[in-house]
């Protein structure tokens, strides 16, 4: 059944697009994050511009973060106030994020921006998640326990408070940086920045596993609604439609990949994880190296936007 | 609804008033509802070619060119080249006021039709439509084989939207004459002018001009409009459409 998405300016299968959406989700299901980092991509796959691409799977993981956020709201286990804070941070990347985008575009670099940054992001992210992955494994095999750090530098900052719900005690310094930089590349790449945050979470601010997730939700929920909100306020780029297929794919899909998810282990699912993310920021690598079809392309700017 | 056409046409031929040549077109629908399921549509433009007592007698056979020009705007191209290793957007140029949708129609070869000089000057053939450029500051068109510009034409043409046939045009006697104008499904919305040329002998000898709309319906262009119009509030809504979906989501798959 085609069906004519009304921003991206394109017919679509719809049965295609749910798929993906199903897809997507049951990745994002199974590794607990947004999914941002591969629905972008294949939307880019199938012919809807990158600009476009980005701005509609922004409300796309809203949804899917919301839906999560509910049942970690539900079990406790998100941290209000560490939540807060990150927000701060969070809000504030992200409209700077947004004004970025509008900037590049009027310079016609987006596309070649967000290519960019998915080989950067991702290469460098999956790769440092498949080796740790790797590394764990191999820990597993030996039977090993790892090294405890206990802290660094990062502990040694002003501006201390406690979040009580997390049980640690954290300068909010980092905390914000955290949430600005998330919020930045989040709406500059199309992502919900889930499976960046939580690693970082995890190993620099030292947040327990009990609230990560749940918190790291929070983050993405907030700051993906804000940059809907703003991608459609300044660009016009948001597809409802695009959208709304999505999304009904997405939870979906999040549900049965989430169940799924349970019965992989811990170290294998962060190998897989990794090689997964890695593979997508390497298709991006090769696409800016071999020669486009046509180097040339029309953008309009008048009447019809 | 050919039938009926030709009928309006003779009626209007019988009854006009004579002055030279004479050019009466009309086109089969002069507003074009472009609907969800749209998949491409074609109009038929009909007219006749109308002599009188002061027509030349050696006046036998007529050259017609049809210019379909769709909404104007401006629009820029891109020339990607390699640095450090990856194929950057480098250099580009702006089309100003440049028609979004493009068609020209002639019953035989342009170069049949008329000398380089007239073609030119009544812009007869993609390649003698003006199409204006600002290159740093000056506005100017160019040679009609400069790299932007070919490149331009090349990518409105695969798209479907620029289109040149020089054998689009039927005569179906030596005067009354037939055309189809071929709409894809991705039209630009708006009015479309259409302009009539008459040639005989090499010699341009009168235009007429006629014009249809393109209008498009349904949700999807609702949803299009609000996105352009009214930002905030499409804005908005996108976000409460993604809480409940993501709100329902977590109700329909409860699990405790």
Known sequence: MQLYLPIADLPVNV??????????????????????????????????TPAVAVASVASHI????????????????????????????GVTGTALGVWTFTQLRALGQLDLMIALSYV????????????????????????????RRTHNWIHGLPLKMRFKRSKIYLSVIPVVIVGVVIGFIGAIMGIGGGFILVPIMIYLLRVPTSTVIGTSMILTLV????????????????????????????????????????????????????????SVGIRFAVELVIRPEDLFTIRELGVNG | ?????????????????????????????????????????????????????????????????????????DMVTRRKERTFGIWINTDYRQFLQVP???????????DQ??????????QIGLNNVRLMQRVSGDYADVVPNDAFRSAF?????????????????????????????PLPAEVPIGTYEVEIKLFANGAFIGKTETAFEIVKVGFEQFVATSARQNGLIYGLATAAMALMTGWMASIVFRKD
């Open chain 1, 15 to 48: 049965f295609l697009v749910l798929a993906m959406g199903a897809a997507v989700g049951f990745v994002s299901g199974m590794f607990g994050i947004g999914g941002g980092f591969l629905m972008t991509p294949l939307l880019i796959f199938i012919g809807i």
């Open chain 1, 62 to 89: 809203a949804a899917s973060s919301f839906s999560g956020a509910i049942s970690y709201w539900r079990r406790r286990a998100i941290d209000p106030a560490l939540a807060t804070v990150l927000l701060c941070g």
């Open chain 1, 120 to 147: 950067v992001l991702l290469t460098t992210v999956g790769s440092l998640m498949f080796s740790e992955g790797l590394r764990a494994l191999m820990r597993t095999r030996r039977g090993t326990v790892p090294p």
């Open chain 1, 223 to 278: 700051t993906m609604l804000v940059a809907t909100m703003l991608h459609a306020v300044t660009n016009h780029l948001v597809d409802a439609v695009l959208a709304l297929i999505l999304m009904v794919g997405g939870v979906t899909g999040a549900q049965f990949g989430a169940r799924a998810g349970q019965r992989i282990r811990g170290e294998q699912l962060r190998l897989l994880l990794g090689l997964l993310i890695l």
């Open chain 2, 1 to 73: 609804m050919i039938r009926a056409l030709i009928a309006a046409l003779l009626v209007l031929l019988l009854g006009s008033a004579a002055r030279a040549e004479r050019l009466i077109v009309s086109v089969s629908n002069h507003r074009v509802t472009v609907t969800p399921n749209y998949s491409g549509e074609e109009l038929v433009l009909f007219g006749s070619v109308e002599k009188d007592a002061s027509t030349p007698a050696d006046r036998a056979a007529y050259d017609l060119v049809v210019t379909v020009i769709g909404p104007r705007a």
């Open chain 2, 100 to 110: 979004s949708y493009l068609a020209l129609f002639a019953n035989r070869p342009f």
């Open chain 2, 113 to 122: 039709i008329t000398s380089p000089e007239i073609a030119r000057r009544q």
């Open chain 2, 153 to 181: 034409i090349r990518l409105r043409t695969q798209r479907g939207l620029y289109r040149e046939d020089a054998s689009a045009v039927t005569f179906l006697t030596p005067t009354l004459f037939r055309t189809g104008i």
